[in-house]
């Protein structure tokens, strides 16, 4: 007798966004993955905030402008650097304004869309997300560079008082670069536990919580400048 493997437990998410017409088209994409389950939705920050805290969901997509709690800062609250259990949380906009991203970044997010991305790239944001990656719109990973190398040199130190390896520069970079752990594997071709160990090493080195800090600390130290391979 042989028997069925068992189905693979889905990504759960809670959708927050005020405007009812966007909360159903996100839902009825994310729910059409046969990996991701929508288990709430919200149309403000605060009760977004308060399901979050209650549903436990694997990952919070989160609209920027919304009434009450903006989600720049429920994310923040839900992810910040303050929270004891933080959550994975996923932030998507029809504004496609820097200081978003930086906020949103900088506030705990695992990941940066805009509204135009289309179903294939929620979906692999919100995979990310669940696993532990981060994944931005190209679009606005370009931009962030730039951003990043304008504003010219800042007062952080070039290297952790436990210097990074060669391979934990050429991890960090690939992090940087919004490249998710399997791709990362592929390019340097190495193993995926072998990745994780590395990214596990450099949020210990450069005291990050997870690798969007991670990335955000290579941009602050200038490894990562537009046109460097």
Known sequence: MTTEPAPAERITVLVADDQEIV????????????????????????????????????????D???????????????????????????????????????AALRAGARGFLLKDAGPALLAQAIQ??????????????TRLLHAFADAGPRNVPAQPLDPLTAREEEVLLAV???RTNTEIARELFVTL??????VANLMTKV?????????????????????RP
Do not use: C
Request: glycine share 8%; net charge negative.
């Open 128 to 141: 990310a997300a669940a696993a532990g990656d981060a994944l931005i719109a190209p679009s606005v990973t």
């Open 23 to 62: 909360r159903t088209g996100l839902t009825m994409i994310l729910n059409a993955q046969d990996d991701i389950e929508v288990v709430g939705e919200a149309s403000d920050g605060r009760t977004a905030v308060e399901l979050a805290r209650r549903l436990r969901p694997d990952v919070s997509l989160l």
């Open 207 to 227: 005291g990050a919580r997870n690798r969007v800090e991670v990335a955000l600390w290579a941009y602050d130290t200038g490894r990562v400048r537009p046109g």
């Open 193 to 198: 536990s072998t990745v994780k160990s590395h």
């Open 176 to 178: 940087a670069r919004g």
């Open 64 to 102: 920027i402008r919304m009434p009450g709690i903006d989600g720049i800062e429920a994310t923040r609250l839900l992810a910040g650097a303050d929270v004891a259990d933080p959550l994975a949380v996923v932030v998507i906009t029809t504004f496609d304004l820097d200081e978003y991203v930086y």
